[in-house]
């Protein structure tokens, strides 16, 4: 699975990092979504808990 995340779209709310902490991270600057791994084994809720629908998965 590729994850793709949409910086402008983001809006910090950090559900993607509760929910995958070693895929996702905060930008401590602005509080954005980070992708620390693009193709992950495991990723949760992430994609369908973010209220932003920043994160897009496909594969």
């Known amino acids: ?3 793709e995340v949409d910086r402008e779209r983001c809006i910090g709310a ?3 990092v509760l ?3 070693d895929v996702f991270e905060q930008d ?3 509080g954005r979504v980070r ?6 084994a495991e990723i949760g809720d992430a994609v369908q808990l973010c209220p932003a629908a ?6």
Do not use: F, H, K, V
Not at 35 to 40: D, K, M, T, V
Not at 54 to 59: D, E, H, L, N, V
């Open 14 to 16: 950090g559900m993607c």
């Open 35 to 40: 992708l620390l791994e693009s193709e992950p």
């Open 1 to 3: 699975m590729r994850l």
């Open 19 to 21: 929910t995958a902490p």
């Open 28 to 30: 401590e600057q602005d």
């Open 54 to 59: 920043a994160i897009t998965a496909s594969g």
